[in-house]
C-alpha cells in the first residue's frame, strides 16, 4: 500500500513539474527583479518581488504592436496540502502589443504560486496559461 502512494505521489510530482516547466524556462528575473521575457511571442512570462511585507506577481508578454493583448497574473496559495489553490491577488491588463501587469502586495505564509495568463485579447482559444513552481 505504501509503495503505491509513493507511485502515485511521484507520478503527480513529475506532472506538475512538466507542466511547470515552461514556466520555468520562460521566466528569467534580472537583479532589480523584474520579468525578462523569451522572445517567444503571445507567452507569459512570471516573476515575483517578495521582501518582509509580502509579495507581488508579475507578468509579462511579448506581442505583436498591433495586437490587442491580455496579460493576467495571480497569486495563488494552498491553506493545506492537497487543498484548492485560491486567488488572493491578481491583476489583469488589456493593451496594443505588448504587455505588464502587477499584483497588488499581498501578505501570504502559506505555499505560493504565481499563475499568468496571456495572449491575443479577442481569441482566448490562443491564450496560454502557466504557472510556476509551489514556493
Same mark, same amino acid.
Given at each position: 500500500?505504501?509503495?503505491?502512494?509513493?507511485?502515485?505521489?511521484?507520478?503527480?510530482?513529475?506532472? @506538475?513539474?512538466? /507542466?511547470?516547466?515552461?514556466? =520555468? %524556462?520562460?521566466?528569467? &528575473?534580472?537583479?532589480? !527583479?523584474? +520579468?525578462?521575457?523569451? *522572445?517567444?511571442?503571445?507567452?507569459?512570462?512570471?516573476?515575483?518581488?517578495?521582501?518582509?511585507?509580502?509579495?507581488?506577481?508579475?507578468?509579462?508578454?511579448?506581442?505583436?504592436?498591433?495586437?490587442?493583448?491580455?496579460?493576467?497574473?495571480?497569486?495563488?496559495?494552498?491553506? @493545506?496540502?492537497? /487543498?484548492?489553490?485560491?486567488? =488572493? %491577488?491578481?491583476?489583469? &491588463?488589456?493593451?496594443? !502589443?505588448? +504587455?505588464?501587469?502587477? *499584483?497588488?502586495?499581498?501578505?501570504?505564509?502559506?505555499?505560493?504560486?504565481?499563475?499568468?495568463?496571456?495572449?491575443?485579447?479577442?481569441?482566448?482559444?490562443?491564450?496560454?496559461?502557466?504557472?510556476?513552481?509551489?514556493?
Amino acid at each position: 500500500m505504501r509503495t503505491r502512494i509513493a507511485a502515485v505521489m511521484m507520478t503527480v510530482a513529475g506532472i @506538475a513539474g512538466l /507542466s511547470a516547466a515552461p514556466a =520555468v %524556462a520562460a521566466t528569467a &528575473t534580472s537583479e532589480a !527583479g523584474t +520579468a525578462a521575457c523569451a *522572445t517567444v511571442l503571445n507567452r507569459p512570462c512570471i516573476t515575483h518581488q517578495a521582501d518582509s511585507e509580502g509579495i507581488v506577481g508579475i507578468a509579462q508578454v511579448n506581442a505583436d504592436p498591433t495586437q490587442l493583448t491580455m496579460v493576467q497574473v495571480e497569486v495563488r496559495t494552498q491553506q @493545506a496540502w492537497g /487543498s484548492p489553490w485560491e486567488t =488572493v %491577488a491578481s491583476a489583469t &491588463t488589456v493593451r496594443l !502589443g505588448s +504587455a505588464q501587469a502587477v *499584483t497588488p502586495k499581498v501578505t501570504a505564509t502559506a505555499p505560493r504560486i504565481i499563475c499568468a495568463t496571456a495572449g491575443p485579447a479577442l481569441d482566448a482559444a490562443k491564450q496560454v496559461t502557466t504557472c510556476t513552481n509551489p514556493f
